[in-house]
């Protein structure tokens, strides 16, 4: 018998599965020289590594969201990107 632990964690994954399910018609190509080629690659490697560092740094606290802000800010400088207003 499944047990109601196994049954939502089966339903967890099922959900996360899920999330992406965008087709290749979804997406247009842009060119690598332009700035927005490179600025929505930064954008994309950036989120993916504040998360990651939101996540071990513990998303419930404010340390995590400093921490992923920080990486975040990071990043986008090491792709060549600073804020507008500062």
């Not at 939502?8 to 399910?21: D, T």
């Not at 996540?55 to 969201?65: D, E, K, M, P, Y």
């Not at 986008?76 to 500062?86: D, Q, T």
């Amino acid at each position: 018998m499944i047990t109601s632990r196994m049954l939502c964690m089966l339903l967890a994954i099922g959900m996360l599965a899920s999330c992406n399910s965008s087709t290749s018609s979804e997406w247009k190509p842009i060119s690598n020289d332009s700035y927005e080629a490179r600025f929505e690659k930064a954008m994309a490697i950036c989120n993916g590594r504040a998360a990651e560092t939101q996540v071990s740094a513990g998303r419930l606290w404010i340390a995590g969201a400093i921490a992923s802000n920080s990486t975040f800010r990071a990043c986008m400088a090491e792709h060549g990107f600073a804020p507008a207003h500062e």
